[in-house]
């Protein structure tokens, strides 16, 4: 149960798009397309963003995006805000009926 | 409105227990899967437990296997997870969150319970 891997930190200019991506393996990622996307404010509660690897959540605009490719699933924000400064998680369901979180990446609007 | 509250949190000595509960309302609580996820400071989030609509099934993280239980009480609506042989690395804030309605990701969540471990 290793976590996915993702960037520690990406970083864009307002207006600008950033990818972020996250890397499992044919136990979750590749095997599944139940890959989820959370935006989590430390002491918050997290929120979800994109679930099914593709669909949004219905409290974000159309600025986010979700594919998956292999064992590499990848957010888009686009038309980056002030406001997109957050942590963000991808998640997977996985082959043991439990599910694993991304290591967390930091998106800093410059 | 759907609202999750948990509580039980506080500070205990390495080895020790808590139990932590998590009461939801504003749903039909016998319907969903219920899970635990925690945010240690400065980590990740951590994917602990869940547990099937009706109890008969339960998954844990490595890391917790053996040392916590998640179970539930439908008809009080409640969700709790005992944590056991505590260690300083489970230091954590820890959230409950309720399963999508039909498929897996986790769309409601609790402000989160923290559990302070010392040595």
């Known amino acids: 149960q290793s976590a996915l891997t993702q960037p520690a930190s990406v970083s864009g200019s307002p207006g600008q798009s950033i990818t972020i991506s996250c890397t499992g393996s044919?136990?979750?990622?590749?095997?599944?397309?139940?890959v989820s996307w959370y935006r989590h404010h430390p002491g918050k509660a997290p929120k979800l963003m994109i679930y099914?690897?593709?669909y949004r959540a219905s409290a974000f605009s159309d600025r986010f995006s979700g594919s998956k490719s292999g064992n590499t699933a990848s957010l888009t924000i686009s038309g980056l805000q002030a406001e997109d400064e957050a942590d963000y998680y991808c998640?997977?369901?996985?082959?043991?009926?439990?599910?694993?979180f991304g290591t967390g990446t930091k998106v800093t609007v410059l | 409105e759907v609202q999750l509250v948990e509580s039980g949190g506080g500070l205990v000595q390495t080895g020790g227990s808590l139990r932590l509960s998590c009461a939801g309302s504003?749903?039909?609580?016998?319907?969903?899967?219920m899970t635990w996820v925690r945010h240690a400071p400065g980590k990740g989030l951590e994917w602990v437990a869940h547990?099937?609509?009706?109890?008969?099934?339960?998954y844990y993280a490595d890391s917790v296997k053996g040392r916590f239980t998640i179970s539930r009480d439908n008809p009080k609506n409640s969700l709790f997870l005992q944590v056991n042989s505590l260690r300083v690395e489970d230091t954590a804030v820890y959230y409950c969150?309720?399963?999508?309605?039909?498929?897996?990701?986790?769309?409601?969540w609790g402000q989160g319970t923290l559990v302070t471990v010392s040595s």
């Open positions: 969150a309720r399963r999508c309605a039909s498929t897996n990701c986790y769309i409601y």
């Open positions: 504003g749903f039909t609580f016998t319907n969903y899967w």
């Open positions: 547990i099937k609509e009706d109890g008969s099934e339960k």
């Open positions: 044919s136990s979750d990622i590749g095997n599944y397309n139940f």
């Open positions: 099914d690897v593709s």
């Open positions: 998640s997977s369901y996985t082959s043991n009926s439990t599910y694993v």
